[in-house]
Structure formats: structure tokens, C-alpha cells
Nanobody, 114 residues
Framework: QVQLVESGGGSVQSGGSLRLSCTAS????????MAWSRQVPGNECELVSSIRHDGHLYYLGSVEGRFTIAQDNAKNTLYLHMNSLEPSDTAMYYC????????WGQGTQVTVSS
């Protein structure tokens, strides 16, 4: 059974940092394409960053240079290191895995105050 469990969200001031974690079970993350997306209520979900199974990386333009996606295959965990956070980064952040079908975690809230 595929499961994705996010953690690491919280409330920080502008300029602060957070590290989101996504622990996977039921599959190995190095065999999948993994991604972080975020959603603000009333807005569409947007892809923040992804790492394909071939290693190709993607970053949303507004986070490039501030966020870093990484994975620890030994821990079967995906990370999103977020630095220089801005109030516009406030959202629910979701981890996703593409394994033929798409799987999503329950989300972790990030709130950045000015």
C-alpha cells in the first residue's frame, strides 16, 4: 500500500527557513518521480518542485534559488529545503509520487508572516 506522510510545516517569519519531509512506504522513491506542490484555499494547486526518476529537477520560478528538493533513498524520504521564506509561500504543501498512478500525501501547512 502506497503511503506518503509529510511533516515539517509550521509558522515562521519572513526570511526564515523550514525543511519539509515526505516519508514514503509501499514503494521506493528512487523508482518514482517525486514532487512537492502547494495550494492556497480558493487557488489552484501549483507544482513547486519535482525530481524525476532520471534525476531531472524542476523548480517553480518564484522559488528557484530559495528552495531545494532532495531525496534520501536510504530513508525513503523526500525533502524540500525552503530558505528566505516569503509570505507568498504560505500554503498547504503536498508531496506526490508518480507511479503510473499519482499518489498524494495529506499535506503540511506552511505559514510565513511578514
Amino acid at each position: 500500500q502506497v503511503q506518503l506522510v509529510e511533516s515539517g510545516g509550521g509558522s515562521v517569519q519572513s526570511g526564515g527557513s523550514l525543511r519539509l519531509s515526505c516519508t514514503a512506504s509501499g514503494f521506493t522513491i528512487d523508482a518514482a518521480s517525486m514532487a512537492w506542490s502547494r495550494q492556497v484555499p480558493g487557488n489552484e494547486c501549483e507544482l513547486v518542485s519535482s525530481i524525476r526518476h532520471d534525476g531531472h529537477l524542476y523548480y517553480l520560478g518564484s522559488v528557484e534559488g530559495r528552495f531545494t528538493i532532495a531525496q534520501d533513498n536510504a530513508k525513503n524520504t523526500l525533502y524540500l529545503h525552503m530558505n528566505s521564506l516569503e509570505p507568498s509561500d504560505t500554503a498547504m504543501y503536498y508531496c506526490a509520487a508518480e507511479l503510473g498512478l499519482d499518489y498524494w500525501g495529506q499535506g503540511t501547512q506552511v505559514t510565513v508572516s511578514s
